[in-house]
Structures are given as C-alpha cells and as structure tokens.
DNA sequence: TTTTTGATTTAGAACTGTTCTAATAAATTT
DNA sequence: AAATTTATTAGAACAGTTCTAAATCAAAAA
C-alpha cells in the first residue's frame, strides 16, 4: 500500500462523508501538493477494486466515495444533500433470496430534507 | 406531449428494458430518421421531470431509462446485466420513517448472475 | 387564413467527469 | 548497483451529456 493510496484511504474514511473524486485530490493537495488527479483517480478506483472504500454513483453529479461500513443513504431530491441512514438490514432477506451470488445492496432513499421543506413552506402560499 | 415525447416514453416502455439514450436514439430514428440526438436527450430529461419515466444511474455505464411502475434492480457485477426484481416492499416502513418527505427509493442488488456463475465454475479450479 | 407568439427541434460546439498514454520516478528484486 | 516491476505524472483523449443559437413547428390571436 503506496503512501498515496493510504492517505486517500484516510481521507475518504475521515472526512466528511460522500466525497468527490476532486474532493479528494484537494485534500490530498494539502499533504502532497505535486500529487497529479490521475494518482487520485487510480487510487480510488483500486480501493474501490479492492473493496476498501465504496462508489456512489448519482445523477447529474460526479461520483461519491464512501467508507464501507454498511449503511444506506438519504439523498434530497431538492438540494442534492446526502446524508447516512441506517435501515432496516435486508442482507439476510436477500441471501435467503439470492444465496452466495449475493454480493451487496445499494440503497438510496429520496426526500425533500428539512432544510428545503422550511425553505418551501416559509414562502407565502398565495 | 409532442409526437417525440409520446414515441419516446412508449419506446422507454414497450422494449426490453433499461435502455441507454443512444438505444432509444436507436429506436426513434426508425421512425423519425431526421431526429436529433439533442431531442432524445431533451424529452428523456423532461419525461424524469415529469416523473414519467425513471433514470437509473450506474457505475462505469450510461444511464438506464425504464418505466416507473414499482421495481427493484438486480445488477451483475460482472457483466453489468440488469434484471427486475420485485423485492418487499419498503415504502411503507420509509414512509414511517420520513413522513411526508419521502418521495421514493432506489434499491439495486449486485449479485454474480447465472450466465457469470457457470462460466467461472466451467473453468478448472487449480 | 395570416400573424404572432412561444415551444420544440436541430447540429454541433462545449463541457464534465473520467480514463488512457507514454514518459518518468520510485520501489523492489536480483 | 543493475534490472525489473510498479506507481505516478501531465496532459491528451474519450464518453456521455448539456448547451447554444438558429431554424422549424404548433397553437392562439388577429
């Protein structure tokens, strides 16, 4: 493990949660500033290989990388915002189901956060 | 609803499912040999706005466009292939959970589909 | 009808996020 | 230390999608 892929392992994991790939390369400029992007992407992409750190692909946005811990996220529709949730686990409903070809679930729940509902219904309705 | 808008949602549910916006591209210059690809891209992003039709985002692949009726994917991580699944029901348990900020889920299994399964297993093992 | 208005479509340029390439540097093995 | 392998770099290339500005179409108004 290259102190490259180490440094971005922990960045991802540290960090506010659901980086960005460039997200990722800023912050490991702070520590390596002659790093190049392509390091962070072939390091992300090998953790991902790996299995040490996780994708989030979403629309209209660039992927996220998450820590690997199992847990489901909230996205809202409105501002983009995700945060974590932990639900109910369907692991053991779908390896009854699947058996060992299970690998994994990717769970994204839409709503409109807080913040954008305050926002809407402060507004006068008329 | 525009001629293309109407082709473009029947196509996104008359085929076979999932298909990337160059497939409908594919589809639609059938019929309408002149069409644009500015056009599919436009009416696919209006017919989501709508809520029409569904966009499903992947890793290392276009997105998908599938119809909105109620249903779960299951993906191969090894061939990308796309299945429907018709898992429990979480909505009402989200609904619990979210009130009336929840708006929808998107749930994807990855799993080693048949095809995958038997092609590794054919291969001698030592 | 014609005219006006607004929405839709078009072609292709531009853009974004990501991967690829070939050269260089670093690490490891011999 | 020489040879070999692996990682990193800069930037070009690429894919998918959005944007732009002009052209076309459709509906409503005159």
């Known amino acids: ?6 440094q971005i392992y ?3 994991n540290a ?8 997200q990722v390369y800023g912050e490991l400029q702070k520590i390596y500033p002659a790093v190049s992007r392509a390091t962070v992407y072939n390091n992300l992409n090998k953790l991902c290989d790996l299995g040490m750190i ?13 820590r ?3 847990h ?6 409105k501002c983009g915002k995700l945060s974590d949730i932990c639900f109910d686990d ?8 699947f058996g060992e070809a ?3 679930y990717d769970l994204k729940v839409f709503y409109i956060c807080p913040d954008c509902r305050n926002a809407q219904s402060s507004k006068p309705s008329i």
Not at 1 to 6: H, S
Not at 15 to 22: E, F, K, L, P, Y
Not at 72 to 77: K, T, Y
């Open 68 to 70: 690997i811990e199992k």
């Open 1 to 6: 493990m290259t102190k490259y892929e180490k």
């Open 15 to 22: 960090s506010r949660q659901h980086m960005t790939a460039d």
């Open 72 to 77: 489901d996220h909230l996205v809202c529709q």
């Open 54 to 66: 996780r994708r989030l692909p979403l629309e209209d946005s660039p992927d996220r990388y998450d």
């Open 90 to 97: 369907l692991t053991q409903s779908l390896k009854d189901q």
């Open 102 to 104: 299970f690998l994994y």
């Open 10 to 12: 922990d960045i991802v």
